[in-house]
């Protein structure tokens, strides 16, 4: 499931920066016009987080819980 939140919160990414012309500053600002809400971790309730990994890319990443415990699991975005 999170894999798939990270999906959508990424498309909704692309949309925006496809639209404005610019990449968006915060995940929050994808709600409501291009998500209806951000996905939030079912165990710990945390929301994804972006990091802006260089001039070229950022990264949105979230907690994925398994039979291990958790792990991070991430995608990266192109921000140009």
């Not at 710990?44 to 415990?69: A, C, K, V, Y």
Request: charged share 25%; aromatic share 6%.
């Amino acid at each position: 499931q999170t894999k798939q939140d990270l999906l959508r919160v990424a498309c909704a990414w692309q949309r925006r920066k496809l639209k404005k012309g610019t990449p968006p500053e915060s995940l929050k600002s994808l709600v409501p016009d291009y998500l209806e809400a951000l996905p939030q971790d079912y165990r710990s309730g945390e929301f994804p987080h972006l990091s802006r990994l260089t001039n070229d890319s950022s990264e949105i990443s979230s907690t994925d819980w398994d039979m291990n415990g958790q792990r991070q699991v991430s995608l990266t975005v192109p921000t140009n």
